[in-house]
């Protein structure tokens, strides 16, 4: 099973900031990874797929890029509503649903 | 509007067995596969199995395999998950999730059904 790590576990930043997170996975997994935004009290939320692909009604301050094992989201311009927890998702490989990482917690 | 809503929160004693159900509405119901995600508290997030509500076939999680079971009922649009043989590890936040047939990234959640597993 591909196990996912991300760095770091927590992110202080100031709104209007930039966020750099990362994401590795321990053998390749191409573009086959997906970012996902979580809040307290609520379920995930799809940002990113295929490495950097926004979904639908993500603001463009979201990117996301790598393939293989290395992959980064940069969150441009910290907005208030984007402190949350933040998951990658490889779905390359067994099993099925793929494995996430343990997240990054962007906090003020 | 494309949702899934699930059922309530639920209380087992160790040992029972608990069934959450999501009703999925606003698309074709066999358009997508749903699974079940599930979150410890204040963990991360775990895979459990997929059902393709097409013809009902499953996949299950290695860890889960031996007590799930997911269904789905094709005139209700609606997925079901139970969980046998209950332990106070299985608290949780249980989730489902729809992805496209061909990749699995889950663009779509249920609100989550919170069960609690204690004597």
């Known amino acids: 099973e591909i196990v996912m790590t991300q760095s770091p576990a927590s992110l202080s930043v100031s709104p209007g900031e930039r966020a750099t997170l990362s994401c590795r996975a321990s053998q390749s997994v191409p573009i086959n990874l997906a970012w996902y935004q979580q809040k307290p009290g609520q379920p995930p939320r799809l940002l990113i797929y295929s490495a950097s692909t926004r979904a639908t009604g993500i603001p463009a301050r979201f990117s996301g890029s790598g393939s293989g094992t290395e992959f980064t989201l940069i969150i441009s311009s910290l907005q208030s509503e984007d402190f949350a927890v933040y998951y990658c998702?490889?779905?390359?490989?067994?099993?099925?649903?793929?494995?996430f990482g343990p997240g990054t917690k962007v906090e003020v | 509007q494309v949702q899934l809503v699930q059922s309530g929160a639920e209380v087992r004693k160790p040992g029972a067995s608990v069934k959450v159900s999501c009703k999925a509405s606003?698309?074709?119901?066999?358009?997508?596969?749903l699974h079940w995600v599930r979150q410890a508290p204040g963990q991360g997030l775990q895979w459990m199995g997929i059902i393709d509500p097409g013809d009902g076939s499953t996949t299950y999680a290695q860890k889960f395999q031996d007590r799930v079971t997911m269904m789905r009922d094709t005139s209700t649009s609606t997925v079901y998950m139970e969980l046998s043989s209950l332990r106070s590890e299985d608290t949780a936040m249980y989730f489902c999730a729809c992805s496209l047939t061909n990749e699995y990234y889950f663009h779509l959640w249920g609100q989550g059904t919170l069960v609690t597993v204690s004597s």
């Open positions: 998702q490889q779905y390359n490989n067994w099993p099925p649903g793929g494995t």
């Open positions: 606003g698309y074709t119901f066999t358009r997508y596969y």
